[in-house]
């Protein structure tokens, strides 16, 4: 039994929540944890509370537009990478704190 699950997103993490605790009995976070990724509204409810990975959307846009901009003004060049920095860890209710000492 693993300690916990990192979905791809919200929609699938709330799914595999309701799933294990209806389907198999199971407890969460006591159990086992979960998480998803995007942040998504549902995931605030309280019935969810899932812990999730948000998503810097604000800095994804700027980043998409300029690589538009420079695609439009500079056809035919390679598009410059630009890297985007990690979301943020948002801990709520279906992961249990790790104890250490």
Do not use: Y
Request: charged share 25%; aromatic share 4%; glycine share 10%.
């Amino acid at each position: 039994m693993p300690d916990g699950v990192f979905c791809a997103n919200d929609i699938l993490a709330i799914g595999f929540l309701d799933g294990v605790r209806r389907e198999l009995g199971l407890g969460v976070p006591d159990d086992i944890s979960i998480v998803g990724f995007d942040d998504i509204e549902m995931a605030h409810w309280p019935s969810h509370g899932l812990t999730t990975v948000q998503q810097p959307i604000e800095k994804m846009l700027e980043a998409t537009v300029s690589l538009a901009r420079e695609l439009g003004t500079n056809a035919g060049k390679e598009p410059v990478v630009q890297m985007i920095p990690p979301g943020a860890v948002i801990e709520r209710a279906t992961t249990r704190r790790r104890h250490h000492g």
